[in-house]
């Protein structure tokens, strides 16, 4: 089946976040005679794969909706789909858990491992959702910044992990595989010298991998869980459908722990909130996105991302002067390096950002992710839009105040 994603989707008044609950518009409107570009929210503008509409309508069909189990095909659905996809034949239904999100995932994880008060590491930039969930939590996050290369690669500073581990007491880390929001697809070898750090340290990990199915332009993911024997049984690994297959409304996660008694520690405690429990309609669309025609589909949108991560990239280097981009390995969204920019205009990133929104670019400022100066944008709308987008900021965002 060939899929559209070309097509402009009409998401207002559809329970759509990203266009109809957008406070700076509300308060100050945009200028006359510009639509507005959702590229924040990280959920994309495309329909979702044919398969998750008839697994759930099918199901729907059906007039009872009472109390339920888990059934051998969503676990079967699991485990084809990271054999195939993640390159992992290991994994049984023994190993999975249900989480109705990966933070509320993460922060059983933390619990078993940590308690209130105690230091947490994170690199920076940083994930919002990390920072309001563990710190909420009461967590103390101590940040080991990644550093660009002199080709403007992100890279873990595996030095400062092991100085701010030490000098913190720290015995838990969270990480983001692939990145969220800077993109990089950590390769094998990465990730080898990160848990070198962390077996040296007696650090247990919590990864996010929710990203793990969006790789752009060939790259290639690699489970933080599949690099070691040691990082195999002292990772905590947390995946969901929401982000591959634009399903963050239905809501629904999943844990893969090999280690039974962490398994059987963070189980109890996500049990213990009473209302981590699956609903089964989020069910039937896993099983509906975890299929061939799920997978067609993510073969199909993979080359649109692609293409709309090159030409993003591409037109930020040639038109944008003063602003730094890293193209992203993985993952829908664009992290632009705003700081040169910024201060070659006597302007801050509040005001950036703000500026946009009055020309209908909805964005987010980087400071909410730990970098002042920086600006997250979502990829994810058909090509066209994306290209309006950009041609737009260079016209009346990115531009001299004299233009």
Request: hydrophobic share 40%.
């Amino acid at each position: 089946m060939k899929y559209d994603f070309e097509t402009e989707i009409d998401r207002h008044g559809m329970d759509a976040l990203a266009v109809d609950h957008i406070e700076f518009m509300q308060k100050q409107g945009i200028h006359e005679g510009f639509d507005f570009i959702p590229m924040w929210v990280a959920d994309m503008n495309f329909p979702a794969a044919a398969s998750i509409q008839d697994e759930i309508i099918k199901r729907a069909r059906h007039p009872c909706f009472g109390y339920f189990e888990p059934s051998d095909a969503y676990y079967r659905a699991i485990e084809t789909w990271h054999t195939r996809h993640k390159g992992v034949n290991d994994i049984t239904k023994e190993v999975i858990g249900y989480e109705n999100g990966v933070l509320g995932g993460v922060i059983s994880a933390l619990k078993v491992f940590a308690a209130a008060g105690d230091a947490v590491l994170l690199h920076s930039p940083t994930y919002l959702g990390f920072t309001h969930s563990i710190e909420s939590n009461g967590y103390h996050i101590v940040h080991s910044p990644l550093v660009k290369d002199e080709s403007g690669v992100w890279r873990m500073d595996y030095e400062d992990m092991d100085r701010k581990i030490k000098e913190n007491h720290i015995h838990v880390c969270v990480m983001c595989n692939p990145h969220n929001p800077c993109g990089r697809v950590w390769t094998r070898e990465e990730l080898e010298k990160a848990m070198a750090v962390f077996e040296a340290n007696d650090v247990w990990v919590i990864s996010d991998e929710i990203w793990s199915d969006l790789m752009m332009n060939g790259h290639t993911y690699t489970p933080l869980q599949s690099v070691n024997a040691w990082s195999h049984d002292h990772t905590i690994a947390f995946y969901a459908p929401s982000k591959t297959f634009n399903l963050a409304g239905l809501v629904g996660s999943y844990h893969i722990i090999y280690n039974k008694a962490v398994r059987e520690r963070v189980e109890a405690v996500g049990a213990k909130t009473i209302y981590n429990a699956m609903n089964v309609l989020s069910m039937h669309a896993l099983i509906g996105a975890y299929s061939e025609e799920g997978e067609n589909w993510l073969q199909q949108l993979l080359e649109v991302l692609s293409d709309n991560v090159t030409y993003a990239s591409a037109y930020v280097k040639e038109h944008f002067q003063g602003v730094d981009v890293s193209e992203p390995e993985g993952t829908y969204m664009l992290f632009l390096d705003c700081r040169r920019w910024l201060e070659a205009h006597h302007m801050d990133s509040r005001a950036l950002v703000e500026k946009g929104w009055s020309y209908g670019i909805g964005w987010q400022d980087g400071a909410q992710f730990q970098a002042p100066g920086f600006i997250r944008l979502n990829l994810a709308s058909p090509h066209h839009v994306i290209q309006k987008a950009f041609r737009r900021m260079e016209q009346y965002v990115f531009m001299s105040e004299d233009h």
